[in-house]
């Protein structure tokens, strides 16, 4: 299967929709914003902070992009794209074989070394998230539903039903950030993946009783 036809995430098809009205201009911005935001972090990043570390203006990062919140938006969703093993997480998900394995190898997938920088990413945006109720409602829909909800729809094709596929892919998602926090913090990677084997087992076991 060729990356154009591989399944794309809920998190995949808004980046595809963010980048169909984009311009060559536009495009350069943002992969410069996405550079500085991996590199540096989005913790008390101003858009002045922004257009100085990019060599722009914010003149020119709101006519492209309407806001700082949006920018930062799309520069995340850009950076997540620049992870393959993250982005092509839910193909292997969804491809045969037994699920216990799939699941297992998704924690390898998010686990791996290459992606430390995107995961502390994320977690930066999501505490900058918690000082505002607007962006926070907004950040947390889209960060907590839709890998639950990516994750339920492979479920479902195992023979869950709808709800009870959601509250496994909810719990499955939960145990992934919790021990991708643990790992940030240098916790130790094989006693994480046994943690994350034995919460696995009693997910599984405890939705086939």
């Given amino acids: 299967m060729s990356e154009t036809t591989m399944p794309r995430t809920r998190h995949q098809r808004e980046f595809d929709a963010d980048r169909a009205a984009s311009s060559p201009e536009r495009e350069r911005l943002l992969g410069l914003v996405t550079d500085l935001i991996l590199r ?7 858009l002045s902070a922004i257009a100085r570390g990019i060599g722009s203006n914010n003149r020119m990062l709101l006519y492209y992009f309407g806001s700082k919140e949006k ?16 982005g092509t997480m839910f193909v292997r998900l ?13 924690w390898a997938d998010l686990a791996a070394d290459e992606n430390r920088p995107y995961i502390a990413l994320y977690f930066q945006r999501f505490g900058v998230a918690m000082r505002d109720r607007e962006q926070w409602h907004a950040y947390v829909d889209r960060s907590t539903h ?16 709808a709800r009870e596929a959601l509250v496994v ?31 696995l087992r009693s997910v599984l076991t405890s939705s086939e009783g």
């Fill in 71 to 86: 920018l930062l938006h799309e520069a995340s969703l850009a950076a997540f794209e620049r992870f393959p093993r993250l």
């Fill in 40 to 46: 540096d972090g989005v913790i008390d990043l101003s």
């Fill in 146 to 161: 839709y890998w639950a909800e990516d994750l339920a729809d492979i479920l479902r094709d195992e023979g869950y039903g």
């Fill in 169 to 199: 892919a909810t719990q499955i998602v939960a145990t992934w950030r919790g021990l991708q926090i643990a790992l940030l913090a240098d916790g130790d990677p094989a006693l994480l993946r046994d943690a994350y084997r034995a919460s």
């Fill in 94 to 106: 969804a491809e045969p074989g037994d699920l216990f394995e799939r699941l297992d190898g998704a």
